[in-house]
């Protein structure tokens, strides 16, 4: 096994935990539903991106226009 020949400093460990903090992620409100979503990505609530329903989405959609009625 691999083994570190010397121990380093308390100054270099807080120099590399400096970087360790986490960033909450950038939450935007859709344009269509309201629904938070990321940026540049399609939301998840509705499925579109600038304003156009995306390829997934619009074949569910037919799906349902196509289902049977009960
Ligand atoms: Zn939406």
Redesign the pocket.
Known sequence: MPNPKRRHSKSRTGMRRAHDALVAPTIQL??????P?LPHRA??????YISAPTQTKRRNYSRQIFKPEE
Do not use: V
């Open positions: 859709c344009p269509e539903c309201k629904a979503r939301c998840p609530g509705c499925g579109y």
